[in-house]
């Protein structure tokens, strides 16, 4: 493995690779601290020791610790960048729907004249085969790739699918814990593994880039820009953009996509005024659950709150043989995930934590104190359902104590997608 276009902290870790450049992992400039590792400049994340090496006080950055400490005392390298070309050889066992072919040919032509594309595509509309042309394309000219995401199990289920399609290409896979193995011509990771970089990507592509916290855009976007090259394009997929991404690009660089791969339209969420509590059984809701099991339906109940959550789920346990609950705090949580696909749980009580990722047949999903969910969040649960071309008809059931205008924004932002899709011909 080469250290290609990365920050490094020890030069006994390279052989062949050349030293661009080297300098303090942290500089004071004009009494403000910068973190040449990370880029950091927000001064509450700088903290100061006293180092017995250099016998004197060093400051060091917290934001990227888990990377190798940068400190002012002590330099970091940065590693010349390399190119290599393939063929760029790939599979596809099935033919793209125009609307993908219409976002492929966009992201190929900017992939090569480096320029930045955002495809607003709903849930389901196919994304990761849209991407295949131009991963292509540029990996034949010998351009280095990253396709990153926030959120692990994304980057998971996007390396499983690029390396089933892209057979002849040594793909790095990296998240916390888990590291490359190549030499980065091809790397599908976590948007924070790109701190490891410097110069080095001519294509980025970002999906699902709404998952990553508001509070933090500012620290992906420097991130994302550092670890390109001079020359480099940032595609970014998403269903759910925010406005401060949306006014990055001008109207031409915004691909709608309103259309899923299978052609039917999205689910419309359905509000329903419905108190649900934690002392007492909703006949409703159970109602509703009696119901799917009838009807050999699973469903995900959505709440807000880890322990309000688990104190509901405590009441409907003994009315069902196969039901579960999930949260991020979840030390079993993979294991549920694993049962889920399975077929073992019919109705599985969750947090935020399956807003995304996982695809199941015949599912219908409800969401307790919707008014508490944003409309990212309710975009992203109501994408959940109908996802299989095989059972249409899904139910997406809001339970509410009252309308907000996330729940009334999500409902249209649905709506007016379904009504772009038919009027291009494109669901039916
Ligand atoms: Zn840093
Ligand atoms: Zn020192």
Redesign the pocket.
Known sequence: MKLYGRICHDLNNITTEKLKASKPGVSNVQGKYI?H????TDQTLFFQYYCHHCNKETTY?R??VNFGK?QSCKDIYIIESKRHQTDGKYRLDFELSEQQRIASENIQRAVLKYEHLLLHAVTGAGKTEMIFAGISAARQKGDNIAVVSPRVDVVKEVYLRLTNAFKDEQIDLMYEGQFAQYNSTFVVATVHQLMRYDGHFNVVIVDEVDAFPLEMDQQLMHTIQKASATSASHIYLTATPNKRLLSQFNHSQIIKLPARYHGHPLPIPEFQFNTIKETKLNPKLLKFLKQQIENERKTFVFFHDIRFMEKVFNIYRHYFSKIEYVSSIDSKRHEKVMRLRNNEIDIMFTTTILERGITLEKLDVVIVNTEKFNSSAIIQIAGRVDRKIAYPNGKVLCYHEGLTKHMMHAKNEIVKMNRLAFQKGWIT
Do not use: E, I, S, V
């Open positions: 973190c590792q990370c880029g950091n950055c934001y990227c940068a």
